[in-house]
């Protein structure tokens, strides 16, 4: 809903679930890639993924079709982050080969940035922001990574986020491997297994706790906390909040 919003701003570059498509942490794995190395993660999906798309377990905030959602190697960008952008996104991604297997090798958080910076250029915007789900876990990375960044916390009630996650099948295919220890695990058997919600809660909680502790040590102007049920119940005002934190007209 957020990220929705976001890209409705004439000056706002909304990137939807991007580092999510290419595996959140792992993403950042390799301190340095090359152009090639870095156009292979932007093309491989994560395996708990795929195989939700290969057994075609429905997930919701996927945008492309399921023609192609359930091919042999579905393209992570184009199952979520480039349909969010609008447009032709096949048309894009080519565009993106082109641009990124150019790059010479760099720290892999520039190479996000210089990438970031030329979808801004490309779709004329002004800024961009990153949304992915979950990013708590590796917002260390994140920190580290765009030093001159500033961040949003945009939390919901844990009871709501534990309720919520223990209905989607992502949450529920890699809390299963988790307490199976069984990185095989297929979906089907996965999603029968009977998993206490609170299992999902104390993931949350360790998040939360995570999240903390790395963002209070940023300077206050660098990191804007946003309540989901603010957001619900009085929009126009989070938003508001939201635009004067990242300098935008808040129309």
């Not at 940035?113 to 779709?123: D, E, G, S």
Request: glycine fraction near 6%.
């Amino acid at each position: 809903m957020l990220s929705t919003a976001l890209q409705a701003h004439e000056q706002v570059l909304s990137l939807s679930e991007f580092f999510t498509m290419i595996g959140g942490r792992q993403a950042f794995a390799s301190p340095t890639l090359d152009g090639d190395a870095f156009w292979r993660l932007l093309t491989t999906l994560p395996a708990d993924l795929m195989s939700l798309l290969h057994e075609r377990q429905h997930v919701a905030e996927i945008l492309a079709r399921p023609d192609d959602a359930t091919e042999a190697s579905p393209l992570p960008l184009l199952l979520i982050p480039l349909p969010h952008l609008a447009g032709d996104s096949a048309r894009i991604h080519d565009e993106l080969r082109a641009e990124v297997r150019g790059y010479p090798t760099r720290p892999t958080s520039e190479q996000f940035a210089r990438l970031f910076n030329w979808l801004q250029v490309r779709f004329n915007r002004s800024c961009w922001v990153e949304r992915s789900g979950g990013s708590l876990d590796y917002v260390d990375q994140l920190v580290d990574g765009f030093p001159s960044a500033k961040f949003v916390h945009l939390s919901r009630d844990g009871r709501e986020s534990a309720l919520s996650m223990s209905q989607h099948p992502w949450f529920r295919l890699t809390m299963a491997r988790y307490l199976t220890r069984d990185p095989t695990l297929s979906p089907d058997a996965a999603l029968q297994m009977e998993i206490p919600v609170e299992r999902y809660g104390a993931h949350w909680s360790a998040l939360m706790i995570h999240g903390a502790r790395v963002l209070s040590r940023l300077p206050a102007d660098r990191v804007l906390f946003l309540r989901y049920d603010d957001l619900v119940d009085g929009g126009a005002r989070t938003l508001s909040r939201l635009a004067q934190f990242m300098n935008l007209d808040a129309s």
